[in-house]
């Protein structure tokens, strides 16, 4: 039978929920594009509970113990002497968020001589280190499109937040002002603007359909070029990179995998071709750009604003310069984990697991690696040698 350590978010400060804002979660007939929702054999939770966290379990213990299975759940992960690293050399499969990721770096494949199988309960595996997965013969998968749309509606909320002043217009009035002028002096209209998206994949391309009533100009760039007929529909420009779509744009989000196209993309050099006053959003991962020259460019006034909710490392410390820099909107790992998204995902690591279990293929579409090399969704969305 399998040890099985999953590494999750700390409960919340007051308690593991007893009750819930809302009774349940809208049916979901499919993903767009006709990609099925999770399909496991069955749920041992209710849709809307608080599954990421450690009381959560991912809805997985009944399941795991029935079968004889061993099921390690912890929040401690980093450092010397972390639960994670002590339960990791006989651990047979290990499962993570991105949002509290579990990183696999290739010094800790060497000591996980039993592992197997890593699982992402979400999207996003690059806190595992292919190359080493390969290495080893292990296999990676993730639920793919388990939160693409949570994402999505995030990067939305927080374009509109930054580009109408709203989270310094919310703390005038908790600080029990009425101070109009100050509040207004950041505002503008998103209406007119160019608004460019690096990658255009599952998230991105929900991010510029949802922009397209707001009567903004809309541009991408991506690896893939979409459908002649996709352009058309949205209004499309289509730049070859993003050195070649940022100085057309008032607003840039950021949606692509870190790789080594984009590690470090948006620095010093890439930012100061924007327009002056531009918006930097970014809920892919933080190392697309390079942490102090985000600083320095609001500090200047480069950028108007930058927001987004992926740090380096995770949980951020509390230090970071990300934290204090003038007219930021970051929030904690949290677009892709909304109550709506850990249903999905909760159940789509169930049914990776129940195929592992039971001898069946994995989803093309979940698989990052497998047999040595990468395969189904991480053959093209990631590359070897990061």
Known sequence: MAKVLCVLYDDPADGYPTSYARDGLPQLGGYPGGQTLPTPKAVDFTPGQLLGSV?????????????????????????????????????????????????????????????????????????????????????????????????????????????RNYLPSYQTVLDGGWNIADCVARSYDVEGMHVGTVAAGRIGLAVLKRLKPFDVHLHYTDRHRLPAEVERELNLTFHENAAAMVPHCDVVTVNAPLHPETEGLFGDSLISTMKRGAYLINTARARIADRDAIVRALESGQLAGYAGDVWFPQPAPADHPWRTMPHHGMTPHISGSSLSAQTRYAAGTREILESWFDGTPIRDEYLIVDGGKLAGTGAHSYSTNR
């Open 55 to 163: 009381s959560g379990e991912l809805g997985l213990r009944k399941f795991l113990e029935s079968q004889g299975h061993q099921l390690v759940v912890t929040s401690d992960k980093d450092g010397d002497g972390s639960v994670f690293d002590r339960e990791l050399p006989d651990a047979d499969i290990v499962i993570s968020q991105p949002f509290w990721p579990a990183y696999l770096t290739a010094e800790r494949f060497e000591r996980a001589k039993n592992l197997k199988l890593v699982v992402t309960a979400g999207i996003g595996s690059d806190h595992t280190d292919l190359d080493a997965a390969i290495a080893h013969g292990v296999t990676v998968a993730e639920v793919t499109y388990c939160n693409s749309i949570s994402v999505a509606e995030h990067v939305v909320m927080m374009i509109l937040s930054q580009v």
